[in-house]
């Protein structure tokens, strides 16, 4: 695990130890937990935009489909 230092308010930390204190959780957890969570949005978004990008044009309305691409699978 890495050690890393962020540069914060005095005013914003003692606020979020004592809502993390009356939440029985640390704050070092907490933000472990925003990290990761707010990184797995960013990827999921990526990858939504790529199968978008992918998918773009395959479906244009009034497009005809063979019977193979019919019932491909």
Same mark, same amino acid.
């Given at each position: ?6 540069? =914060?308010?005095?005013? @914003?930390? !003692? &606020?979020? &130890?004592?809502?993390? !204190? /009356?939440?029985? &959780?640390? =704050?070092?957890? @907490?933000?472990?937990?925003? @990290?990761? +969570? ?5 990827? /999921?978004? +990526?990858?939504?935009?790529? @199968?978008?990008? !992918? =998918? ?10 063979? /019977?193979?691409?019919?019932? +491909? &699978?």
């Amino acid at each position: 695990m890495k050690n890393i230092t962020f540069n =914060l308010d005095e005013n @914003l930390i !003692r &606020r979020a &130890r004592e809502k993390a !204190r /009356r939440e029985h &959780r640390s =704050l070092n957890k @907490l933000v472990k937990q925003w @990290l990761s +969570e707010w990184t797995y949005e960013t990827k /999921r978004t +990526e990858n939504y935009n790529k @199968l978008m990008e !992918r =998918l773009q044009g395959s479906c244009e309305p009034g497009g005809k489909f063979s /019977r193979d691409e019919m019932n +491909e &699978r």
